[in-house]
């Protein structure tokens, strides 16, 4: 199993960023997905989650209304489109099989950083 993320950087409180994952070594379209971030001194926290078939998925209650998940089971990609950043937001983000709070944490990625400032 093999999850990379992409897309972290810096952005100003505000902005938008849209986080990628691709997965190789598993059959991607028998899992639901789900993305977590660890802030600094933080425990991990999973903030939005997608089922195999991309026909439900569920957002923490932390950034409902600006995070989207989203997956494309013919590319092995699962995507994470965050809107509104803000300060709190600064974490690294790394996807993980499974979904919601059932997120594998053995089969996972590295992360990629997310810094919300000025």
């Known amino acids: 199993v093999q999850l990379v993320e992409s897309g972290g950087g810096l952005v100003q409180p505000g902005g938008s960023l849209r986080l990628s994952c691709v997965a190789s070594?598993?059959?991607?379209?028998?899992?639901?997905m789900t993305w977590v971030r660890q802030a600094p001194g933080k425990e991990p926290e999973w903030v939005s989650a997608?089922?195999?078939?991309?026909?439900?998925?569920t957002n923490a209650d932390s950034v409902k209304g600006r995070f989207t998940i989203s997956r494309d089971n013919t590319k092995n990609m699962v995507y994470l489109q965050m809107e509104s950043l803000k300060p709190e937001d600064t974490a690294v983000y790394f996807c993980?099989?499974?979904?919601?709070?059932?997120?594998?944490?053995?089969?996972r990625g590295q992360g990629t950083q997310v810094t919300v400032s000025l």
């Open positions: 993980a099989m499974g979904y919601a709070d059932t997120w594998s944490r053995i089969y």
């Open positions: 997608i089922r195999a078939n991309g026909g439900n998925s």
């Open positions: 070594g598993f059959t991607f379209t028998n899992y639901g």
